[in-house]
């Protein structure tokens, strides 16, 4: 599926910072190690260093699947297992507007995932323009 995406490409094209520096997305282990695309630390025996790389990006990372959380608790259809069937609904689509709704929720109610970063949601207007 990342081959598919096409996503590395795009990575290698504009992921870059204002200064030039290149910027990455944190992902799970079994991703290939890329310039634009990091993982926590696999080798056998880790520094103290990269101990503590590796718990402080877990955490992070967890704190991104409470999103998909969120989601998912507030439109239970989204079930996959249960109830949608890939090639017979229109997978995608359902998620995508539920993610769009539970963003203006969000919006109006904030949300776990910004409250541990300490951020605040942005407006519903400022959301949808």
Not at 5 to 31: I, K, Q, R, V, W
Not at 53 to 66: G, I, L, T
Not at 70 to 75: H, M, Q, R, T, Y
């Amino acid at each position: 599926m990342l081959k598919d995406s096409h996503l590395l490409d795009d990575l290698n094209a504009h992921a870059f910072s204002a200064t030039g520096e290149a910027m990455c997305l944190y992902g799970d282990p079994t991703y290939p190690h890329r310039i634009h695309l990091q993982g926590p630390f696999k080798e056998q025996r880790l520094t103290p260093a990269m101990e503590d790389f590796n718990s402080a990006m877990s955490s992070v990372r967890s704190s991104v699947e409470w999103v998909f959380g969120d989601v998912i608790g507030s439109f239970k259809f989204l079930d996959f297992k249960k109830n949608l069937k890939i090639g017979l609904s229109p997978v995608g689509k359902h998620y995508i507007v539920s993610a769009l709704l539970r963003n203006a929720l969000t919006c109006i109610y904030g949300n776990n995932t910004g409250a541990y970063f300490g951020v605040e949601p942005p407006s519903l207007e400022e959301y949808f323009s």
